[in-house]
């Protein structure tokens, strides 16, 4: 393991972070099979609250675009979209209490993979945005379902489309985030020790009821987003927009 991903223990606290923070702690694929290998440790622990953040200045920017042009065989993709749902299933279903501290810019995968937590708190000025449409593909790690927990299909759908990069105020408006705030750690901090002095075990048992009751459709979506994802890199619009991404243009897309 290359601490790509690191994870540090505290009594019963799990403090999972995203270290890559020279590339934004955009997720290559070395980075996701290593967070597969650390979420999956963390659930079987005896921690009973789990805190995931980014290292440096950003929470994560997605997926790491070198991944995406180096991997042109569907059946390698295939693997790395294995390994998200993996890594995705075991942070929303794991018998604790997940905290996302969105430390800053939040997107893309990132962003799918912080609102799998129970709980999202952001730094105020984060800048978050589910925007995988940019470069002509769908939102994947869950991104569909999570999205339509918080903002139900048709606002989802329409913030799928557009692919709006917004403040935290924003998100925390809409209801993609619970909190904005000036300080994320602090207030992520706090609500450590509300929850330290709360029946824990009853709200994780709350918590198991709902989350084994979507599992099975979470899982619908995940397949339906590797499916898709896989499609969609083979398009016209998607080469489109990851040259103009190398570029720095806006892409001209054509529909096909």
């Not at 659930?43 to 991997?71: C, H, K, P, W």
């Amino acid at each position: 393991m290359s601490n790509t991903v690191t994870v540090q223990y505290e009594e019963k606290v799990a403090k999972i972070t995203l270290n890559r923070p020279d590339k934004m702690n955009s997720m290559n694929q070395e980075m996701l099979e290593e967070m597969a290998t650390k979420m999956e440790e963390v659930s079987q622990s005896e921690a009973q609250i789990v805190i995931l953040t980014g290292e440096g200045r950003a929470f994560s920017a997605g997926g790491d675009i070198n991944m995406m042009l180096d991997n042109d065989d569907p059946s390698d993709f295939k693997k790395i979209m294995d390994t998200i749902e993996k890594t995705v299933k075991t942070f929303y279903s794991m018998p604790k209490i997940t905290i996302s501290m969105l430390n800053g810019a939040t997107a893309g995968l990132g962003l799918s993979l912080a609102l799998a937590a129970d709980y999202v708190i952001a730094q105020k000025e984060a800048k978050i945005a589910m925007n995988f449409i940019g470069i002509g593909l769908i939102p994947d790690g869950g991104g569909h379902f999570f999205m339509e927990q918080r903002l139900g299909t048709h606002l989802a759908k329409q913030m799928i489309w557009e692919g709006k990069m917004m403040q935290a105020e924003e998100a925390e408006k809409l209801g993609l985030v619970d909190l904005a705030t000036e300080n994320a750690e602090e207030a992520t901090q706090k609500y450590v020790e509300k929850l330290q002095g709360a029946p824990l075990r009853a709200m994780i048992r709350t918590k198991t009821i709902y989350h084994q009751e979507n599992l099975n459709k979470l899982e619908s979506y995940l397949a339906g987003e590797s499916e898709g994802q896989v499609a969609m890199r083979q398009t016209k619009d998607h080469q489109e927009g990851i040259k103009a991404f190398m570029e720095k243009r806006k892409p001209e897309f054509r529909g096909e």
